[in-house]
Nanobody
Framework: VQLQASGGGLVQAGGSLRLSCEASGRTFSTYVMGWFRQAPGKDREFVAVINWSRTTRYADFVKGRFTISRDNAENTVYLQMNMLKPEDTAVYYC???????????????????WGQGTQVTVSS
């Protein structure tokens, strides 16, 4: 499985961005897809996850601002980010868990495949 993340960029505080992550593979609809982020000098942290039934889970710091969704016809998962803050600045990674379609994993080591990351910079 290969993952290609895109959509990052520079945005002012309060603005919006939509990240995309396109996946290879014929069974994308069964993949659990997650978004993580890593700021300079910090550990990679969980942001959001969506499973095959479109059940979602979010980190507390993005609830009400970010929305994860998926388009199985396009093999793509999205992260709509609204009301961005300077502390959201990070490299954002998408990841896939391909073993348990019902899972909603929060930890890095629960995912099987990772994309290359896309930089999001929020200016104050």
């Amino acid at each position: 499985v290969q993952l290609q993340a895109s959509g990052g960029g520079l945005v002012q505080a309060g603005g919006s961005l939509r990240l995309s992550c396109e996946a290879s593979g014929r069974t994308f609809s069964t993949y659990v897809m997650g978004w993580f982020r890593q700021a300079p000098g910090k550990d990679r942290e969980f942001v959001a996850v969506i499973n095959w039934s479109r059940t979602t889970r979010y980190a507390d710091f993005v609830k009400g601002r970010f929305t994860i969704s998926r388009d199985n016809a396009e093999n793509t998962v999205y992260l709509q980010m609204n009301m961005l803050k300077p502390e959201d600045t990070a490299v954002y990674y998408c990841a896939a868990e391909t073993r348990d379609r019902w899972a909603l994993p929060l930890l890095n080591n629960e995912y099987d495949y990772w994309g290359q990351g896309t930089q999001v910079t929020v200016s104050s």
